[in-house]
């Protein structure tokens, strides 16, 4: 009777058997080539013509790897942008100013606007040019502050009239020297003093408020006179009187001048340099005195007189 063979024997010849193939195949590929070329020769490298040298196989050291770090795969269509710069921000300077135009110096001339209505505009183009008044024989120079005005008043005329006898192109604007023509057979008397009617400014008309130990201010406006003279009567009928030159006040002492109480009455005569009245004169007004000025008793000095 035959002795079986136990199956755990079979199992591990078997496995030995698949070992054994497994380590075989690999090198049958190699022991093929070798019986069919037993001499192989080294191929020739291309650029030098030598015998090109066939890399062997390097076993890389079984030492155990550091656990590798994640790495991004770029496609290659991505580009690598560069690091971004960080800069202050340049401020914007502002717009530069409009550049300013200098007045130039214009040329002053000395000249004298008077308003009008309906004052004269340049001629227009295709008019007759203008004539002057050829029957106006005398002429006169614009002198300072004078205006057509003026100028008119006193050779009896009219603005108008004037301006188109001498073609002014604007008849409110005249320069000092500047000759027109003027109608008239003379020059017109300019008198010497203009006689303008004379008002009191001081003492007021009528007043009462006189200081009988004070001072006592006349003060006028009117005509520009060589001399004046101021004339008060007292309330007695008396008259007090002075004379002033080249102006239009004076002073009076009350207590010496105006010791009476009661009404006064003053007034004002333009003269001329002969005190010849020029102007009629101003007034009268009147100021009242309330009480009579203090008697003013002389002082009497004694005298030693000699002890027989």
Known sequence: MKKLIPGWLVTL???????????????????????QNPTPTAPISATSGGPAVTPSETLLPRTPLATPTPR????????????????LPTSTPPPAPAPSITPTEALIVASTIEGL??????????????????????TYKVQFNDTLTSIAKAFNTDIFALAKGNCLKDANILSEGQ?????????????????????SLQPLDGTRAIDIDGKLTFNWQGPRTPRTLIRVYLP???IWESVVELRQNDVANVL???????????YVYPLNAGYQQVCPEGGPWTFYKEK????????VTPTATATP
């Not at 209505?117 to 001629?123: I, L, N, P, R």
């Not at 010496?256 to 003053?266: A, H, I, V």
């Open 13 to 35: 010849v078997l496995m030995g058997f698949a070992l054994a193939i497994g380590l075989f195949l690999p090198r049958l590929d190699s022991i093929r080539q070798y019986l």
């Open 72 to 87: 991004v795969t770029l496609l290659p269509t991505d580009t690598l942008l560069p690091p971004p710069t960080f800069e």
């Open 117 to 138: 209505q309906g004052a004269f505009t340049s001629t227009p183009v295709g008019a007759p040019a203008c004539t002057k008044n050829a029957k106006w024989r005398l």
């Open 179 to 199: 000759t027109l023509l003027v109608p008239g057979d003379s020059y017109p008397v300019t008198p010497d003093f203009v006689c303008e009617p004379i008002i």
């Open 236 to 238: 007695s009928g008396k």
């Open 256 to 266: 010496e001048d105006f010791p009476e109480q009661g009404l006064y009455k003053w």
């Open 292 to 299: 009579e000025s203090p008697t003013l008793t002389p002082t």
